[in-house]
């Protein structure tokens, strides 16, 4: 039996199908391509979302904001999906009943947590100290900040993570993945980068622009450095949009 190969795509710039066994779009990725193209991949689609993206209720989005999620959530390529996957972005966030019956999972913030440890052998928060002393050199007072909140988490203060020491969902779906599939599969990234994000289809104006310590970067190349030593990924970006 051949060993499975699994797509993972996100929403950045030159993201492509290809034929695969399984095929895990982030968040809002699948708008990018036609329901043909989905089916020609051959590949059992699920979608991983974070509550934030699948949930807008709870979360302070401006009207035009909201009215741009919630049309991507009624459109067909989202609801044909039948395996979707949603993991909770912020502690004590409950969603309702009525709202999960259609996840065929959900992961609380533990749950994601005992997930990364499992594939990973660590869990948030993810620092790169080379980068936050660097970082020091360039804006110290926010480095400051950064480590100050990294301490507080070590210590067990805050359960609320800064984006900077918390991975992508792009990096969360290929650890579900590894989690699910094991070593044997192959596993290949699409529309997913290891570097800045200063633009964002579909979420442009939720961060304001940090140049040093951006959203998510350094924790995905942690997280990726560790998924790597135990399973093959290809189509790695390292420079992002």
């Given at each position: 039996m051949s060993k499975p190969h699994v797509l993972i795509v996100g929403s950045a710039p030159g993201a492509e199908l290809a034929p695969c066994d399984r095929v895990f779009f982030v968040n809002f990725s699948a708008l990018n391509f036609s329901d043909q193209a989905i089916a020609e991949t051959g590949a059992t689609p699920y979608l991983l979302a974070s509550s934030s993206a699948l949930f807008p209720d709870v979360y302070p989005y401006d009207g035009e904001t909201r009215t741009r999620i919630d049309g991507y959530l009624a459109d067909p390529r989202l609801t044909g999906i039948t395996r979707k996957i949603c993991y909770v972005s912020k502690p004590d966030y409950d969603p309702g009943v009525e709202a999960l019956k259609g996840l065929h999972h959900v992961m609380s913030p533990a749950d994601l947590n005992a997930l990364l440890?499992?594939?990973?052998g660590k869990a948030p928060p993810y620092l790169n100290w080379r980068h936050l002393l660097?970082?020091?050199?360039?804006?110290?007072?926010?480095?400051?900040m950064r480590f100050k909140e990294y301490r507080r988490a070590r210590l067990g203060r805050t359960r609320v993570l800064h984006s900077y020491f918390r991975p992508s969902g792009g990096l969360i779906a290929l650890a579900y993945a590894v989690d699910q599939f094991g070593p044997d599969a192959s596993y290949q990234l699409s529309g997913i980068t290891m570097g800045p994000r200063l633009t964002h289809r579909f979420f442009q104006n939720l961060h304001s622009p940090d140049q040093w310590f951006l959203p998510h970067v350094e924790a995905d190349r942690i997280l990726l450095e560790r998924l790597e030593r135990q399973v093959t990924v290809t189509g790695v970006q390292t420079r992002g949009s």
């Open positions: 440890v499992r594939v990973a660097a970082g020091f050199r360039n804006d110290p007072s926010k480095a400051l």
